[in-house]
């Protein structure tokens, strides 16, 4: 029983919502790379901020989980990584039989060139990963987690870039034990202001 910790960016308001009992809302969006689910930075409470400081500008703030990964799709191991990799051509010979082009990955314009942010492609594959094994195994995966390279090079030459990380999607929302208030103390050492969670009067 795998347990972790991720952070999910969002405004005051959802904060205050999710605080208080409310239950995440899966996101949908043809892009999102891992398929429908709850998205979180795993052991990241900076880069969710900084995510919602870019997409909700008008009270950017940041939320906890306790997330139990259950039966998880863990891309970042080698039994993941090659089950998507096999239904990636299970993808193609079906998209081929019915005459459909295959959707592609896109850079977003906000970054730098060469990002495929816009994840298409790797969502369908996704997508059809999950169908094929709820089919095959009359199972489902409760969360998906991959590493996500992204950003701009630490320096000229690097492997590393600056905004990379772990995200989870979960898929099943009763993996998701607990929501909790990031602790003052970890929002002073990482300069994050502790009135993220006070809504306006």
């Known amino acids: 029983m795998a347990i972790v910790l991720g952070y999910h960016g969002c405004n005051q308001e959802t904060a205050q919502l999710l ?3 409310s ?3 899966p996101s949908t969006k043809p892009y999102d790379w891992l398929g429908a689910g709850s998205y979180f930075w795993e052991q990241d409470i900076q880069r969710a901020y900084d995510w919602a400081i870019e997409h909700r500008q008008a009270a950017p703030c940041v939320v906890g989980a306790v997330i139990e990964l259950g039966n998880c ?3 970042t191991t080698q039994p993941g990584i090659q089950a998507v ?3 990636y051509e299970s993808y193609k010979a079906l998209q081929k039989q019915t005459g459909n082009p295959m959707p592609e990955n896109k850079d977003a314009s906000n970054r730098p ?3 495929r942010a816009i994840r298409l492609l790797d969502r369908a594959v996704i997508d059809h990963l999950h169908a094929n094994y709820k089919v095959m195994s009359r199972r489902e995966f409760d969360t998906v987690r991959a590493l996500f390279p992204e950003g701009e090079e630490l320096y000229p030459g690097a492997g590393f870039w600056d905004k990379t990380h772990v995200q989870i999607a979960v898929r099943n929302p009763e993996q998701i034990r607990g929501v909790f208030r990031v602790p003052g103390h970890e ?8 009135s993220i969670y006070q809504l306006p009067a």
């Open 85 to 87: 990799k096999q239904v």
């Open 73 to 75: 799709l863990d891309l």
């Open 19 to 21: 605080l208080g009992g």
């Open 187 to 194: 929002l002073e050492k990482l300069g994050i202001p502790d």
């Open 113 to 115: 060139p060469g990002n």
């Open 23 to 25: 239950s995440f809302q």
